[in-house]
């Protein structure tokens, strides 16, 4: 059973233009929602992430919009550089002492195009 | 910046052998974790530890075993590697009293041959 799911495998953006990844989850026990931004030799560098009780967080270029109702997330990256290019994990915790225990989407390849 | 630390990056091994995956953090972090990537695929959980002596199991059954005797370090053992271990090994801890980041190593590449 997939808790997390990203749907799209791959994203093409030219440099300059918006992306937006989208991650869906199940689990209504989640607390937190984090992207994670990955090459494939190293590890998983955080890049923003929201709480269940809020609906948007921004943090420079990278804005993250929750839907809690549709239990649905998206991260908006604007405007999208070369140096973007890489996968992009979503990935939910429960809250409480249970924090910090991951569930992870597929993943998603940005190509962001000079 | 985090301050996590994983060694060896990479590793080629023979079936049979005995490896330790070291990991150490210098935040000050109670709780660490072990994830593990194959490639192209999500990543899993497969032991998290929530303070010194404490060990569980996560949610990807693993033949691997872990330790916690200091609050820094975590390493993670196979006792007799095989080649479907190989694998992405990733070491991560988080402080919810220090914010709610996750912090990830750079990775273990391990192959047994």
């Known amino acids: 059973d997939q808790q997390v799911k990203q749907n799209s495998p791959s994203l093409s953006v030219q440099e300059g233009r918006i992306s937006i990844l989208n991650c869906d989850y199940t689990n209504s026990m989640f607390d937190y929602f984090l992207w994670y931004k990955k090459y494939p030799a190293e590890g998983p560098t955080f890049l923003i992430s929201?709480?269940?009780?809020?609906d948007k967080n921004e943090d420079g270029r990278f804005t993250v919009f929750l839907n809690k109702s549709a239990k649905h997330l998206s991260l908006h990256i604007v405007p999208s550089q070369p140096g973007d290019s890489a996968v992009y994990f979503c990935a939910a915790t429960p809250g409480g002492t249970s924090y910090g225990k991951l569930t992870f989407g597929q993943g998603t390849i940005l190509t962001v195009h000079p | 910046e985090a301050d996590i630390y994983q060694t060896p990056r990479y590793l080629v091994i023979g079936t049979g052998k005995k490896i330790t995956l070291e990991c150490s953090q210098t935040m000050g972090h109670d709780k660490m974790y072990w994830y593990q990537q194959d490639p192209g695929m999500e990543l899993h959980l497969i032991h998290y530890s929530y303070g010194v002596n404490s060990t569980e199991k996560g949610d990807l059954s693993s033949e691997s075993t872990v330790s916690r005797i200091r609050t820094e370090h975590f390493p993670l053992t196979l006792e007799s590697a095989r080649p479907s271990h190989t694998s992405q090994y990733l070491c991560a801890s988080s402080d919810p009293g220090q914010g709610h980041t996750i912090y990830f190593g750079e990775g273990s590449w391990l192959t047994v041959v």
């Open positions: 929201i709480s269940s009780i809020k």
